[in-house]
């Protein structure tokens, strides 16, 4: 699982409002890893003057302007995000997992649109931003399906898949109440995503990825992220990190802080705030699928 420099990359794939960003803070603490964020997104950032989580534009940061000279890019010529075209992304989603899956990465990568450049430059940044921190694991939080496929066809810095679910119900509702969309829209976009995590997780294999539950992680955070690390060779003793320290990600959930072991909780309140009608229709769309993956 390790390159010549012994580092590998986390990508974590995901609903929204599933976990990503506290299975990323907890990782985060340890001694040896660090983290990106949604790293498929910082051709936007970059594009539209958007701040890194530093409160910088990410164009003016000190630490990502570090990083893409340590990746041999430029702002302007970043491209980490598949073919603005919706066919051309689903061409290239299909092709790529047909690689995945054959193992035939080293010939689907010459058949994707801008998939191989986009791989190529987030392998690159990935690999500079372990770097530029010292550490032997990066975090990308990006939980995009297509964004793990990509990855998983460069050859600069070895892949580590991590799959994390949440009950269904309580991502539709977070979904609901920070969006605004509406439960049908939540519903069938978590059951897409949770869909294709399945499918990529059966090709991907367990050498090389992880299945994880929010529920799980909230109930024995020093345990579950513990074992993980343990799994890519980390010392599991080895944590650190300060939760307030400064961080520099791209995008991720706006009020979210940092992550502290002993402040993990479970958040519950859907339990009591989500409508009958709303658990009604969500069990009509997606509830078998729900109790697939355990939620009862």
Not at 106 to 122: K, M, P
Not at 168 to 197: D, N, P
Request: proline share 4%; hydrophobic share 40%.
């Amino acid at each position: 699982m390790t390159n010549k420099n012994d580092r590998t990359a986390i990508c974590i794939v995901g609903d929204s409002r599933s976990g990503s960003s506290i299975f990323q803070g907890l990782i985060q603490l340890h001694k040896d890893a660090t983290a990106v964020g949604e790293l498929r997104r910082l051709e936007q950032f970059v594009a539209q003057g958007l701040p890194c989580s530093c409160g910088k534009p990410v164009g003016q940061c000190e630490h990502w302007q570090a990083v893409m000279q340590r990746a041999g890019l430029r702002a302007d010529e970043i491209r980490s995000q598949p073919p603005r075209w919706k066919a051309l992304r689903r061409v290239d989603e299909i092709v790529g997992f047909g690689g995945v899956a054959l193992r035939w990465t080293g010939l689907t990568r010459h058949l994707f649109f801008d998939g191989a450049v986009a791989a190529n430059h987030c392998a690159r940044l990935l690999d500079a931003a372990c770097e530029q921190a010292g550490a032997r694991v990066v975090v990308d939080n990006s939980k995009d399906p297509g964004h793990a496929v990509y990855l998983l066809h460069q050859r600069i810095i070895p892949v580590h898949v991590a799959f994390i679910v949440r009950d269904g119900r309580a991502t539709v509702w977070s979904k609901m109440r920070r969006t605004g969309i509406s439960l049908e829209q939540a519903t069938r976009h978590w059951a897409r995503t949770t869909y294709a995590m399945l499918a990529l997780s059966r090709v991907i294999g367990p050498q090389h990825s992880s299945w994880l539950r929010y529920e799980d992680l909230c109930a024995d955070p020093r345990q579950m992220i513990g074992g993980f690390v343990e799994r890519l060779g980390l010392d599991p003793r080895n944590f650190g990190g300060e939760q307030n320290e400064l961080h520099h990600h791209i995008g991720g959930t706006p009020d979210f802080s940092g992550a502290d072991f002993d402040a993990v909780r479970e958040d519950k309140r859907w339990r009591s705030e989500i409508p009958v009608h709303n658990l009604t229709q969500f069990e009509s769309i997606a509830g078998k699928l729900n109790q697939r993956l355990g939620y009862t």
